[in-house]
């Protein structure tokens, strides 16, 4: 029989990972000289830990719970929010916080030891300026507008709050085909070799491409779009070929796979957004007064 998803069944967040994120943090539980404070559900902490997975920085994986911010958190996070990143090697020790800070903190250490990038090269600035111009809009645009529908609880306003995401799914499609219109297909490349090196940085929108920026900024909130979104408002991502083959690539990759959790999690974690539940998290009031994410 099929769950009724009208109404709140009280269910609470988790606090721990399951599946294969569980058996990265057991991987990921020796002392390093950072340390990556966060919370099984939270997107934001999941594109960081994508990127410390693609990028090869050494990290011990350190599960909190946010919402009861203990002074550990504090320390590193003053709102108590995660990710944060502890760095050990200092005395006393140094912290970070804000996904896209610790983004690009972990782009420049990989650039001068593990030598990986999301990017495309310093050599190729226009390209980086369209991958960080289809990031400004995924932080702008779509994650708020994820929240929006989640959150919204009256039937009009929910439709046109899914309209609202519908939308800004569709302007990141039209800014990931710009790029790749501009950067590898303006003619005179002269063979595969010359195409592959044009289109390093712009992540898996292309065919035999590998994770990039944007994917990374992106991937937790399409992954939730497509359970937590369904699950409780009936929401059907974009269709087309390209952009389903996108996703496809997206969602096996090592580095996402690595990082997620079993859906039972994340639909038990998001019940309490979908039915607005008083004081949910800093995002959820934020959303609910009209104030830009914290």
């Not at 980086?128 to 039937?155: C, E, G, I, M």
Request: glycine residues 8%.
């Amino acid at each position: 029989m099929p769950e009724n998803t009208k109404q709140d069944k009280g269910r609470a967040y988790h606090t721990k990972c399951t599946g294969a994120a569980l058996s990265t943090v057991a991987r990921q539980d020796k002392d390093e000289d950072i340390t990556l404070f966060g919370s099984c559900f939270c997107p934001f902490v999941q594109r960081v830990w994508i990127a410390f997975e693609y990028l090869g920085v050494p990290y011990k994986a350190y599960e909190v719970d946010p919402y009861k911010k203990p002074q550990e958190l504090l320390e590193v996070s003053p709102k108590g929010l995660v990710p944060g990143l502890r760095f050990n090697n200092y005395n006393p020790p140094r912290a970070l916080n804000e996904s896209t800070v610790i983004l690009e903190y972990l782009e420049d250490l990989a650039s001068g030891t593990t030598r990986r990038s999301l990017l495309p090269p310093t050599t190729n600035p226009y390209a980086r300026a369209l991958v960080k111009l289809q990031s400004d809009h995924v932080n702008r645009n779509l994650v708020p507008a994820f929240y929006r529908f989640l959150q919204a609880q009256d039937t009009e306003v929910q439709i046109t709050a899914g309209k609202e995401l519908h939308q800004a799914i569709e302007t990141l499609v039209g800014l990931l085909e710009r790029a790749e219109r501009e950067i590898i297909g303006g003619g005179g490349i002269s063979g595969d070799g010359e195409r592959q090196a044009l289109s390093k940085g712009l992540g898996l929108w292309i065919e035999g491409g590998d994770l990039g920026w944007t994917d990374v900024m992106v991937a937790p909130w399409l992954y939730r779009a497509r359970l937590v979104l369904k699950h409780y408002r009936g929401f059907e991502l974009p269709q087309g070929d390209k952009f389903t083959a996108w996703l496809d690539r997206l969602f096996t990759h090592l580095a996402v796979v690595a990082t997620c959790s079993t859906d039972d999690l994340y639909l038990d974690s998001y019940e309490r957004y979908a039915f607005n539940r008083p004081n949910t998290s800093q995002v959820a009031n934020a959303i609910n007064s009209g104030r830009g994410l914290p």
